[in-house]
């Protein structure tokens, strides 16, 4: 285990030992588990774009359709359409 060095800003630091005091931790097990945490979300954090990841011919098809449909489209037409 290493020792460093932190600085906070007041207000983050009386944040940081009040979430402690309420977890019944310390302020390094309060910061180790926020990392493990933020670690975990990271990985999830776009989950589609996972299932894709073995088919980039495929993931540029649905873009390059989408890009396609997009141009055909007018976005106002509903909103002129229920105006006059």
């Known amino acids: 285990m290493r020792k460093i060095e932190v600085q906070l800003d007041t207000q983050t630091l009386e944040l940081a030992e009040q979430l402690a005091k309420s977890r019944r931790c310390t302020l390094s097990e309060l910061i180790t588990e926020v990392i493990r945490l933020l670690a975990a979300t990271k990985v999830t954090q776009y989950p589609w ?36």
Do not use: C, M, W
């Open 49 to 84: 774009v996972g299932l894709f990841a073995d088919e980039p011919e495929l993931v540029d098809e649905i873009i390059e359709e989408a890009i396609k449909n997009r141009a055909s489209y007018s976005f106002n037409q509903k909103i002129e359409q229920g105006i006059t």
